[in-house]
């Protein structure tokens, strides 16, 4: 199934990249779709740079009420943009430290040379504050009966618990809140 996903998108990245030095690609989606398999898949394929948004979860102090009230809030979208999308745009190398939630502390620097061909994957990369970043923009969508097994098989009974209870409701407020599978340039099935 994932071959057909990455099928199309191949097709699709071959008009969008033609002639350009730099693409930049978000693959957002529901979680458990299938986003960063793509991506890893894609970079089988060919040379290019993933970034994952999970990097860019909110620390605790910027876990404000109102910022988590906003549809897509939950993602440190500010600092995404200045630390790799405008630095990708520019040509520059991406130096950034990614914020791990389970050690509510940062690990160590990640240093990239931009690509031709650079993957922005996970939920919450279409926010609008960087849509306009992009040369192409992808939903991946998947059944809910499948997304909670893939959960499960992933992170557990419990953990898929708190997706069902938190993540998704706050994914999905996102995607309606934007419209994203209306307004992605492609919508492909993770199944």
Known sequence: MMEQATAQFMERLKEVSDGQNRCLIAIDGRCGAGKTTLAEEIQKKIDCNVFH????????????????????????????????????????????????????DFREEIRMEPKAINLIEGSYSCHPALWEQYDLRIFLSISPEIQL???????????AKMFEERWIPLEERYFAQYELEKRCDMVLDGR
């Open 53 to 104: 948004m999970d990097h860019f979860f909110l620390r605790p102090e910027q876990r404000t009420k109102e910022r988590l009230m906003q549809p897509g809030g939950n993602i440190d979208h500010e600092r995404f943009l200045k630390e790799v999308l405008l630095p990708l745009k520019e040509g520059k190398t991406v130096c950034y430290r990614p914020y791990e939630c389970h050690l509510q």
């Open 149 to 159: 097994q893939r959960i499960r098989r992933r992170n557990g009974e419990e953990g």
